[in-house]
């Protein structure tokens, strides 16, 4: 017996996985992320045909990331996130936080840093002792730090600019 039939889980989140893994249906879910839609909407916004549209949303439906609404005044079907969809969705948003604030707090080690090795460069030069061996190395390090942060800056900037041209064609 593998580990798939031994644990539901791994069960549940390869459906998750499975349901995702089309662009057609990542279109669905940025789709929905603003509003409950119905079939007919989500097939004018991304111009697939509407059987393809059900069947995208049969896959989103049996993970339960996209959950079905009747309303019964008006005999529409609309679809909406669950909060499973809502964490799917979101999680690049989460992604980008956690590389501005790791860029933060690698920016701001970089400049105390900094200010450490310019305070010690002036408590030497006053004293006329010459440390250049460990001045260097808090010099670099510092310098490595400030330019892993705007590396990772960079990267969440990317990363975001993509996610919203990305949104923006759908």
């Known amino acids: ?18 349901a ?17 839609m119905t079939a007919a909407e989500l097939t004018h916004k991304i111009g697939v045909q509407k059987n393809a549209i059900y069947k995208h949303l049969d896959k989103l439906l049996d993970a339960q990331i996209v959950r ?16 499973k969809g809502s964490a799917i969705v979101s999680s690049k948003r989460v992604q980008i936080f956690v590389i501005i604030s790791s860029g933060i707090g690698t920016l701001s080690l970089g400049m105390f840093l900094m200010a450490r090795y310019f305070s010690n460069l002036a408590e030497i030069s006053g004293r006329g002792e ?38 923006d064609e759908t």
């Open 130 to 167: 010459k440390k250049g061996e460990e001045l260097l190395s808090g010099f670099d390090m510092a310098l490595i730090f400030i330019i892993i942060s705007v590396v990772l800056f960079g990267i969440a900037f990317f990363i975001s600019k993509a996610k919203w041209k990305n949104i």
């Open 20 to 36: 995702v893994l089309s662009d057609c249906r990542i279109k669905i879910l940025r789709n929905l992320s603003n509003r409950r």
């Open 68 to 83: 079905r609404i009747e309303d019964d005044e008006r005999k529409w079907v609309y679809y909406e996130l669950t909060e």
């Open 1 to 18: 017996m593998n580990d798939i039939q031994k644990n539901p889980y791994l069960i549940e989140e390869k459906k998750v996985a499975d």
